[in-house]
């Protein structure tokens, strides 16, 4: 079984609509974080959180907002899709608790978006 | 701003030679570095990493080494094998300032093994 699950694995829509996209782990991470992939632009971070408390920005927020339901679960939604938000979303989480922290991140295999 | 630059979209070997992957970054503020690979369909899956007090890390046919004054950092894998063929990700961290959650990525390398 995967440590880190994303679903939907691919979803197409209609601009307009609301999206959530859900990820669940089993890692036991208190860390958590929402990625998105475009071709030729490497993976850029739209949320990240600490703990079920914690829900920070990261370098694209914009559009897309985040529920930390519990530990182990951490959702993304698009409240009005728009075609520029096609691409392909990564979760993953990490340890480490609030102090600084060398252990890397592990991925879940990503939803591939599209919105037409 | 691109803070770490891969600059090979693409590589490609032949089995059993050496893969040598390249990264350049900008911040002299990143101190730990992590090198993950890709396949399709698949995350990105952690390879290797290294803390800016070494200069090299190894971990059986893959090394890192990292330049602190040239701001550089490389991946060798020895020997290439098919099943190495992926995108390659190099992501650098800072662990001061608060930003120690942040991973900054490079845009990736193809890598291809020919058999």
């Known amino acids: 079984d995967a440590d880190v699950t994303q679903t939907p694995r691919n979803r197409i829509t209609k601009t307009g609509k609301r999206i959530m996209l859900e990820c669940s782990q089993t890692?036991?991470?208190?860390?958590m974080y929402w990625y998105r992939q475009d071709p030729g632009l490497g993976l850029r971070l739209i949320y990240y959180?600490?703990?079920?408390?914690?829900?920070n920005k990261g370098e694209i927020s914009d559009g897309y907002s985040v529920s930390r339901q519990a530990q182990a679960k951490f959702s993304l939604s698009l409240e009005s899709a728009i075609p520029n938000q096609t691409a392909l979303y990564f979760c993953?989480?990490?340890?480490?608790?609030?102090?600084?922290?060398?252990?890397?991140?592990?991925f879940g295999d990503g939803t591939r978006l599209s919105i037409l | 701003d691109q803070q770490v630059k891969q600059n090979s979209p693409s590589l490609s070997v032949q089995e059993g030679r050496i893969s040598i992957l390249n990264c350049d970054y900008t911040?002299?503020?990143?101190?730990?570095f992590l090198w993950y690979k890709k396949y399709p369909a698949e995350g990105p899956t952690f390879l290797i990493s290294?803390?800016?007090?070494?200069d090299k890390n190894e971990d059986g046919r893959f090394t890192v080494f990292l330049n602190k004054s040239a701001k550089h950092l490389s991946l060798h894998i020895v020997p290439s094998q098919p099943g190495d063929s992926a995108v390659y990700f190099c992501?650098?961290?800072?662990?001061?300032?608060?930003?120690?959650?942040?991973?900054?990525f490079g845009k990736g390398t193809l890598l291809t093994v020919n058999p």
């Open positions: 911040n002299s503020m990143f101190d730990y």
């Open positions: 992501a650098a961290k800072a662990n001061s300032g608060g930003s120690n959650y942040k991973l900054t």
């Open positions: 890692k036991g991470h208190d860390r």
């Open positions: 290294i803390s800016s007090i070494k």
């Open positions: 993953a989480t990490s340890g480490g608790g609030g102090a600084p922290s060398n252990q890397p991140q592990h």
């Open positions: 959180s600490f703990d079920v408390k914690d829900i």
